[in-house]
């Protein structure tokens, strides 16, 4: 793959991004509007000698993203709204067995079939939350096309260095649209790969964190023969009863993400120094924002805008800090109120937060910003 | 000389959590048996399995093993297979993982005729939460939420795998412990979905239900109700009522899954490279 430039969507970009990273297996089931991930990969998979599957449900398609990742292949699956509700359980699978995979999710309107075809972020607290018990989750939200292939190969690079499901929430505008994109020439981005183990199988603990929080990983048919399950686990990978272990596991699942915040959260902050209101936004409106900013710098209104590329974990010190020195924090979004939330909390109240919310499958302007930023300013 | 079970178990894993007089040691045995005699190492194997009690068997067994979520253990195995197809994939899920919560899996993978062994130990009941109706109890029988009687018609696992597409359909039974590896080794060599469905016994939560006084009932009424397929096929009408065959009861040839994608991969690999 020489470097190249060409117009992709967003969702074809996401595939590019997956084969650029590595990923040899694709599961999945059509829903619009991330259908374009899988049809790509549908074409490209069998070229690169990997394996393209349409399964029978999302639920199947999520299953199968874990054995094939167990088996030691970069492994993906792409949805949306009612398909991601389906992959749930099986992505706390994934999070509680410590098994890499991607999950994109192509977020449109909702609840229930909601919007099929209208660009949402209401998924985002689905993204946290949204299958059972207590669970660590890293999830991207680039904006652009260019944007998309690169947090698309970060995706997969934080799903192999953390042992971590890893999502990328992208909204239907991003992923339909269609910009110019530079593909990088091979070994331009970094790509990393699990550690495997170096001891003999018999030392072999699967989730052995007394030499750090991410255990080395070794595949299935590589001489380890480990076990593998969604039960609470000890470092051998057996169930476990006793209370004081389960904490501690669950503590550490926790911490091998929040410890590494720094390496994972990623935000772009423009003319944000001497801003007096701050925009929080991200996807869609993360580019409707940059555009009101720059509209109102025109015009000599001091604004600025923090976009989230890595939305969970939650950049929580940095938009303290932010609200600490600005008037007031704006936050659009595709919903009735989700990340406004997230906001308000690390806020601390420090400054006043308002939102702008729409859900009638419409983007938010760069109009409607400016017209909060005038009554907030 | 009695037969060394031990270097295919993680001994230290036992006592098992199984209850008294559940019939599923005896089949660990017999799978043990046969992975054996089928010859393929331990290494090369990957077994999976779902929620239940059957479920928790690859824990007892040194393998790669994996125990996944309720019904998904097909749809796990499915990606394993997908990316090694030259290893050797076993499922062991129960009734009710298999045709109920995991039904559209189980009728896909067999669809697709992948090459993985799915054995079901069929025990006509949930077990583990506690005996509630599955989609293979009786109708008429009684379990928790059937408590009446159940009047749901149920799965006949034979047929609904025949039906789906799976090419190696066979059956056995706790009682007939001895013929049970030879099932388990034919199921392994078989290139396709192979499905193996033992009859279990649950005393605990399917026996006490429905008047089998003892464990040792339950295994006499599978000794006096399942009969080898040859033996079945000649039984007058009248006295083949309420008997069911077992032994291998239907295998066809037909494309593997993972062989016709790779192929379909070397196919328009070549091309892309200018072949044809």
């Known amino acids: 793959m020489a470097k190249t430039i060409r117009l992709l969507q967003g969702n074809e970009a996401c595939s590019e991004g997956a084969l650029y990273a590595g990923c040899t297996f694709f599961a999945g089931y059509p829903i619009t509007p991330s259908t374009e991930v899988a049809e790509v990969l549908a074409v490209k998979l069998p070229l690169i000698g990997g394996a393209f599957m349409q399964m029978e449900d999302e639920i199947a398609a999520m299953a199968a993203i874990i054995g094939a990742s167990l088996a030691g292949s970069k492994s993906l699956t792409a949805t949306s709204g009612p398909g991601f509700s389906l992959k749930q359980e099986n992505i706390g699978f994934a999070a509680i067995a410590e098994v890499p995979c991607v999950i994109v999710n192509v977020m449109r309107g909702g609840p229930s079939t909601g919007v099929p075809t209208g660009p949402g972020q209401s998924d985002i607290m689905q993204c946290r939350w949204g299958t059972h018990g207590d669970h660590p989750i890293i999830t991207l939200t680039p904006a652009s096309v260019q944007e998309i292939f690169t947090e698309t190969v970060r995706a997969f690079n934080l799903s192999e260095k953390y042992r971590n499901p890893v999502i990328i929430a992208f909204d239907e505008i991003v992923g339909h649209m269609r910009e110019k994109i530079e593909i990088p020439e091979p070994g331009e981005l970094e790509i990393i790969d699990r550690t495997k183990p170096n001891v003999a199988p018999e030392e072999y603990f699967p989730y052995d964190s007394s030499k750090g929080d991410i255990p080395p990983m070794a595949n299935f048919f590589e001489g380890y023969r480990y076990h593998v399950t969604g039960l609470n686990h000890d470092m051998t990978g057996f169930p476990v009863n006793a209370c004081e272990l389960i904490h501690v596991e669950e503590e550490r699942l926790m911490r091998k993400i929040d410890a590494n915040r720094d390496d994972i959260i990623k935000y772009e902050e423009f003319m944000l120094d001497d801003a007096e209101v701050a925009i929080f936004a991200y996807g869609a409106c993360g580019r409707s924002a940059k555009e009101a900013v720059e509209t109102a710098r025109e015009n000599g209104m001091k604004i600025g805008l923090f976009r989230p590329l890595t939305i969970w974990p939650f950049p929580d010190r940095e938009i303290e800090a932010l609200a600490g020195r600005v008037k007031s924090i704006v936050v659009p979004e595709l919903s009735l109120g989700q990340i406004i939330l997230e906001v308000e909390r690390t806020s601390k109240g420090k400054t006043r937060v308002e939102g702008i919310f729409r859900v009638d499958g419409d983007p938010i302007n760069p109009g409607q910003i400016l017209d909060m930023v005038k009554e907030v300013i | ?276």
């Open chain 2, 1 to 276: 000389m009695a037969y060394d079970y031990s270097p295919y178990l993680r001994n230290e894993k036992f006592p098992h959590i199984w209850c008294p007089g559940c019939t599923y040691g005896i089949v660990l045995k017999a799978i043990i048996r046969g992975l054996e005699k089928s010859g393929i190492s331990k290494d090369d194997t990957a077994i999976v399995s779902g929620i239940g009690c059957a479920s928790r068997l690859p824990g007892y067994v040194d393998f790669n093993t994996l125990h996944t979520a309720h019904g998904r253990a097909i749809a796990f195995a499915t990606g394993i297979k997908m990316v090694k197809p030259e290893k050797n994939v076993l499922v062991i899920t129960g009734d009710g993982d298999a045709t109920a919560i995991g039904g559209n899996h189980f009728i896909h993978a067999c669809r697709r005729n992948i090459d993985i062994t799915v054995i079901i130990f069929n025990n006509f009941i949930y077990g583990m939460t506690g005996g509630q109706y599955s989609p293979t109890t009786p109708t008429g029988a009684f379990a928790t939420t059937m408590p009446y009687g159940n009047v749901d018609p149920h799965f006949d696992i034979n047929e609904l795998s025949k039906g789906s597409g799976a090419t190696f359909v066979a059956r056995g039974t706790a009682y007939h412990a001895a013929a049970l590896d030879r099932l388990v080794v034919e199921a392994i060599n078989h290139k396709g979905l192979s499905v193996l469905e033992i009859i279990n016994a649950c005393p605990t939560t399917y026996g006490r239900r429905n008047k089998f006084k003892n464990p040792t009932d339950m295994l006499l009424w599978m000794k006096d109700h399942y009969v080898p397929l040859s033996a079945y096929q000649k039984l007058p009408p009248e006295k083949a009522e309420g008997k069911y065959p077992t032994g291998i009861l239907f295998r066809i040839e037909k494309p593997e899954y993972s062989e016709v994608y790779y192929e379909m991969v070397k196919r328009v690999r070549s091309r892309e490279k200018g072949g044809r």
